[in-house]
């Protein structure tokens, strides 16, 4: 396993994973995609071995990621219900039939397309969080030196014997 033969890769893997995390979630908040919560809740860093190398990725247990990243102009089917409860955990203050209509009107929209025309009034850029997250980590540097931090700590437990030889560490 990835952990038990690569200890100090594997930590910092999974600090650049969090920091991920972090990004994505950043950017759910800015585009305003934050109803329930759980998509927000939903990542965690999976790492593995294949052959000589390790990998991380960030993985997420919702199944409407992608929907909600790409989009749907097929629509999708919401029951008037959910976006009801959805409303009344956000706070709307409308009557029982002002949110009856509201939530007819919502799920109408989804199914003719998801986004709706209220949700890029909300925030107009509500499609691609994942790239927009993933550029925004990738330019901030960090990234950069959570890979020194690794190679110093790599350095460090093996005494520099393999310094710039054998070691080549990659985040992308």
Known sequence: ???????????????????????????????????????????????????????????????????????????VNVEPEDIVAWARQKGFNYSDSEMEKFAENVARQLAQGYLTPGGVLVASRRYNFIGYAFQKADSSGVLKAIEEDIET????????????KAIKLTIA
């Not at 700590?153 to 710039?164: A, K, L, N, Q, Y």
């Open 1 to 75: 396993m990835a952990t038990e033969n690569f200890p100090i890769i594997e930590r910092g893997l999974k600090r650049a994973g969090d920091f991920f995390i972090l990004s994505l979630q950043n950017e759910l908040i800015a585009q305003k995609h934050v109803a329930s919560g759980d998509l927000l809740e939903s990542f965690s860093p999976k790492i593995y071995q294949m052959f000589d190398s390790l990998y991380l990725d960030v993985v997420s247990d919702v199944d409407y990621m992608l929907t909600v990243n790409d989009g749907n102009p097929n629509g």
């Open 153 to 164: 700590e790599i350095d460090r437990e093996v005494g520099g014997v393999f310094s710039g």
